[in-house]
């Protein structure tokens, strides 16, 4: 195959992970791209999990999107990448 | 999400190098076909390993949740699930996962399949949720394998294209085909793609599952056979082995 780059899965990959922090499943959202402004669902992303955590990057641009890591008794979450993540008011939760 | 034990009661050769297996889910929510799990093995020292399999499976009141997993050479996880796995063992297992790449049946545009080996499974999940729900809805699946060995689920989708229910199966061979089939091995290309996927003036969603360069290729193709981008819905699992 012509593109070296084959080391990474869909966002949707992500879901299990994402699910110890967020109470609905934030990949079913639409992110905008901080660097290009590309708007697409998260599951869309291009998710790398070598690392001691995993780095979602934009589809069109690669940029940074989210990272979520692991380090010790913590876990950090970089979500800097998105200037806004878009979801579905029916899919969420009631509040109270 | 929560950890939820589920326990073997199943266990059935697909190929070879796959099982599928069979889990009974105490409280199981359901899930919705296309979903995954993810799968944790704990040893006795207290290193623990995750991995996500698809759910092969239709949705069902039961709380049956069946997992084909294939076996990876230098697996961590999978050697374990399909070789020392027994009826009655525990494992646990979080989910369902993933709200994107997903059939519901009230779906009602024709569906393109196409698998990549053991991409097959999720996919497999939404020709099951069909049948148990009724829908008639035309799918089409495209099941691109190694050769008629590596098949998953043989009997049964032999079964689903003879019955003529809208359910068109086509296989492409890569490596090796049965005797006497018509076309000989290797990757699919642009005039197959275009002679057994829906047209693209239907504007039928896709569904692609598969390892990465599977995935990569197939979509390409359906785009430049004139379907739109954003009707394509892709599962990759990576050399990484970070899926299935």
């Known amino acids: 195959m012509s593109s070296p780059n084959y080391d990474y899965l869909d966002g949707n990959a992500a879901a ?3 699910s110890k922090v967020f ?3 934030i990949t ?3 992110g905008r791209c901080a660097e290009c402004g590309t708007t697409r669902c ?6 790398y999990m070598h690392g001691p955590g995993l780095v979602a990057r934009c589809p069109a641009c690669e940029h940074v999107l989210l990272r979520l890591v692991n380090v010790d008794e913590h876990m950090f979450l970089d979500v800097r990448g998105m200037t806004y993540l878009r979801l579905e008011t029916s899919g969420l939760p009631e509040a109270g | 999400m929560m950890w939820r034990v589920g326990t073997v009661v199943a266990l059935h050769d697909e190929t070879p190098t796959a099982r599928t297996i069979t889990l009974q889910v105490t409280d199981w929510p359901s899930h919705v076909a296309g979903q995954h ?5 704990t040893a006795s020292d207290g290193y623990s390993a995750v991995r996500s399999y698809s759910i092969a499976s239709a949705p069902n009141a039961e709380g049956r949740v069946e997992l084909t997993v294939e076996r990876l050479p230098d697996g961590e996880v999978s050697p374990y699930l399909t070789r020392e796995l027994a009826t009655g063992d525990r494992v646990e297992l979080r989910g369902p996962i993933g709200g994107w ?3 519901r049946s009230r779906q009602t545009e024709p569906i393109q399949l196409m698998a990549g080996g053991s991409g097959i499974v999720p996919l497999m999940a939404m020709i099951r949720s069909r049948a148990s729900a009724g ?3 035309p799918f089409r699946l495209l099941y691109s394998v190694r050769e008629p060995g590596a098949v998953f689920y043989r009997d049964e989708l032999q079964v689903i294209s003879s019955r003529g229910d809208s359910v068109a199966i086509t296989y492409a061979y890569t490596r090796a085909t049965p005797k006497g089939w018509p076309r000989p091995p290797g990757r699919v290309d642009t005039p197959f793609i275009a002679e057994v996927t829906w047209p693209s003036k239907l504007i039928p969603t896709s569904y692609v599952c598969g390892p990465t360069s599977f995935v990569e290729s197939a979509a390409a193709l359906l785009v430049s056979c004139g379907n739109r981008p954003d009707k394509i819905r892709t599962e990759r699992f990576g050399p990484t082995g970070g899926r299935k």
């Not at chain 1, 998260?42 to 998710?47: I, R, S």
């Not at chain 2, 799990?37 to 093995?41: E, I, K, N, S, T």
């Open chain 2, 135 to 137: 829908s008639t809805v």
């Open chain 2, 101 to 103: 790449f997903v059939w």
């Open chain 1, 16 to 18: 299990g992970e994402l």
């Open chain 1, 42 to 47: 998260l599951a869309e992303a291009h998710l």
């Open chain 2, 37 to 41: 799990v993810d799968v944790r093995l």
């Open chain 1, 28 to 30: 079913t959202g639409a």
């Open chain 1, 23 to 25: 109470a609905v499943d």
